[in-house]
């Protein structure tokens, strides 16, 4: 069974400051991770993934994150916040084989402060 | 390409009536995956089609729930008869395949359902 964890339902930080979403998961097969993003009364949008290869990930909008294996995490991060970056984020993981469905964390609330 | 395509868009219906929400895949994909958002339990995957086929249904909350892909280009969620507690945004997402970079899904808006 798989499972993911974001912790802090909302995070708040000042327009221009460091954002950093956390995201752990447990698999018990190699797992391909993903962020979404989803705006207010949309779907979700994907920001970046990780299948294999190149741990450090980069994504739209200036996101990237880092699959860490011994951590189980894929942190999400940009160096700097914008306005338009307020929104809902959820982190998602599917095993490595077979075509499977998505599993997705609760979701954090991203508040940018002017 | 114009995306998945969910139908309608929001809907409100009285408790016991029949719902029936639509999906329209990105053409060419193989996979299509219904999935329910509540505030109380978040994203959740109901089922899923490979080639048309349902391959996993576990998340299905009941009987009252069933869903059909009779091709590759359209698929339905039937909730019959409707609860107040299926109120909730129902996504209908798709992919490509199942190797490295196609395994990305794409989702729908979306179909807000209130039942009254």
């Known amino acids: 069974a798989q499972s993911v964890t974001q912790l802090g339902s909302h995070v708040s930080v000042s327009e221009g400051a460091l954002v950093l979403l956390r995201c752990n998961y447990s698999s018990s097969v190699p797992p391909y991770l993903f962020w979404y993003v989803q705006y207010p009364n949309q779907g979700l949008q994907l920001l970046l993934k990780?299948?294999?290869?190149?741990?450090l990930v980069k994504g739209i909008n200036g996101f990237e994150a880092e699959f860490k294996k011994s951590e189980t995490s894929f942190h999400l991060t940009k160096p700097s916040a914008h306005m338009s970056d307020a929104a809902e984020y959820f982190c998602?993981?599917?095993?490595?084989?077979?075509?499977?469905?998505?599993?997705f964390g609760k979701g954090t609330h991203l508040i940018i402060q002017p | 390409d114009a995306g998945v395509i969910q139908s309608p868009r929001h809907e409100v219906t009285e408790m016991g009536q029949e719902v029936t929400l639509r999906c329209k895949p990105i053409s060419g994909h193989n996979s299509l995956f219904w999935y329910r958002q509540t505030m109380m339990r978040g994203l959740e995957l109901l089922i899923y089609f490979n080639n048309n086929v349902p391959i996993d249904d576990s998340g299905m909350p009941e009987d009252r729930f069933s869903a059909k892909m009779p091709n590759a280009s359209f698929s339905t969620l039937k909730i019959q008869p409707s609860e107040p507690r299926d109120s909730a945004v129902y996504f209908c997402?798709?992919?490509?395949?199942?190797?490295?970079?196609?395994?990305?899904?794409?989702f729908g808006p979306g179909t807000r359902l209130t039942v009254l």
């Open positions: 998602a993981v599917t095993s490595g084989g077979g075509a499977d469905g998505l599993t």
């Open positions: 997402a798709s992919r490509g395949g199942t190797s490295g970079t196609l395994r990305e899904q794409f």
């Open positions: 990780y299948t294999t290869g190149a741990t």
